[in-house]
């Protein structure tokens, strides 16, 4: 896990699906070491399905990365997914015969707020931010 000094933990991956797992754990980490563990189902299921999508859908040039960057906000948690498609998610209108396209269904009912942000240098940014519960 690479902490930058403002404490947000960044990590580069590849497209490869075990990638996300991986994600999972360094994010479990970074919400215990931060006291939000109240968040962790939440934020652990936004954040696979933002890196799903970035790893499935972002057409980039071969050795392009994923970057994820997680760190705590004066209210709770920001999850960021960067890549360098410019190619925006869309939320799909919800067809329950459908085997996909429920993340951002899913990610808009997890997160308190989501988005997409243009960034730094090609591509874009998919973010959310994620509360804890009263009293959690």
């Known amino acids: ?23 999972r754990l360094e994010l479990r980490k970074a919400l215990l070491g931060w006291g939000l563990s109240s968040l962790e189902d939440s934020a652990l299921l936004v954040l696979s399905e933002l890196l799903t999508n970035a790893a499935r859908h972002a057409r980039v040039s071969p050795g392009r990365e994923i970057e994820t960057r997680f760190f705590g ?6 999850i960021e997914v960067h ?9 799909r209108t919800q067809d ?9 269904v899913l990610v808009a ?28």
């Open 1 to 23: 896990m690479a902490l930058d000094p403002n404490g947000t933990v960044v990590m580069r991956w590849s497209r490869h699906p075990r990638c996300v797992g991986l994600a």
């Open 96 to 104: 329950l015969d459908a085997t996909d396209g429920r993340g951002l």
């Open 109 to 136: 009912a997890l997160a308190d707020a989501w988005g997409v942000s243009d960034r730094l240098g090609p591509g874009k940014m998919v973010w959310a931010e994620l509360v804890p519960p009263p009293g959690g």
């Open 83 to 91: 890549d360098a498609s410019s190619d925006k998610p869309e939320q």
């Open 73 to 78: 906000t004066p209210g709770g948690l920001r």
